[in-house]
T-cell receptor, first 113, second 112 residues
Framework: DSGVTQTPKHLITATGQRVTLRCSPR?????VYWYQQSLDQGLQFLIQ???????AKGNILERFSAQQFPDLHSELNLSSLELGDSALYFC????????????FGPGTRLTVT | GQQVMQIPQYQHVQEGEDFTTYCNSS?????IQWYKQRPGGHPVFLIQ?????EVKKQKRLTFQFGEAKKNSSLHITATQTTDVGTYFC????????????FGDGTTLTVKP
């Protein structure tokens, strides 16, 4: 158990819908990262937040957005869903000053039908 | 943009054989991390390398960072069935930029 929690574990929805994935970082970690992992694919970095502010952006689609709240939990919003958005979405957090040391949550498996 | 290539994509070994995966970056890296993801699981942080030429060991695992800080390797001695999974490297060009690039991973299967 990494200490990072993600909900829900599984999500099945239809094309065109909108979903919200939630992540709570490890206690004391200020940074939250979001990644997408498609079947048999590597990890694609989406976005990072640090203490409530966006810090870095990766290959995140315009249909996707995220935010980090004052209590440091983060949400990833995916809208106008397409079949190709089906994937595992991981959240990770890192200790202050150790950005490379990321602790991943169990992931949310999104299936778009 | 920065690219991190990892080879091989798949490796099948007999239990007891050694295994090595290589990570190559198109640009000089500030540091590099290695992660292991078991089937159905999430990536687990293994180690971070920062210095040019650095070598670190964790039991049967040996991690190396190249002198030019553009490549890295993970070597497992005498593999066990518990070593199965996908090993990812992640390279940072600039830690302050807050963005790392993951390799596509090497999936290791071990035949008992």
């Amino acid at each position: 158990d990494s200490g990072v929690t993600q909900t829900p574990k599984h999500l099945i929805t239809a094309t065109g819908q909108r979903v919200t994935l939630r992540c709570s970082p490890r206690s004391g970690d200020l940074s939250v990262y979001w990644y997408q992992q498609s079947l048999d694919q590597g990890l694609q970095f989406l976005i990072q937040y640090y203490n409530g502010e966006e810090r870095a952006k990766g290959n995140i689609l315009e249909r996707f957005s995220a935010q980090q709240f004052p209590d440091l939990h983060s949400e990833l919003n995916l809208s106008s869903l397409e079949l190709g958005d089906s994937a595992l979405y991981f959240c990770a957090s890192s200790p202050r000053g150790r950005s490379g040391e990321q602790y991943f949550g169990p992931g949310t498996r999104l299936t778009v039908t | 943009g920065q690219q991190v290539m990892q080879i091989p994509q798949y490796q099948h070994v007999q239990e007891g054989e050694d295994f090595t995966t290589y990570c190559n970056s198109s640009t000089t890296l500030s540091n590099i991390q290695w992660y292991k993801q078991r089937p159905g699981g999430h990536p687990v942080f293994l180690i971070q390398l920062v210095k040019s030429g650095e070598v670190k060991k964790q039991k049967r695992l040996t991690f190396q960072f190249g002198e030019a800080k553009k490549n890295s390797s993970l070597h497992i001695t005498a593999t066990q069935t518990t070593d199965v999974g996908t090993y990812f490297c992640a390279g940072w060009r600039d830690t302050n930029a807050g963005k790392s690039t993951f390799g596509d991973g090497t999936t290791l299967t071990v035949k008992p």
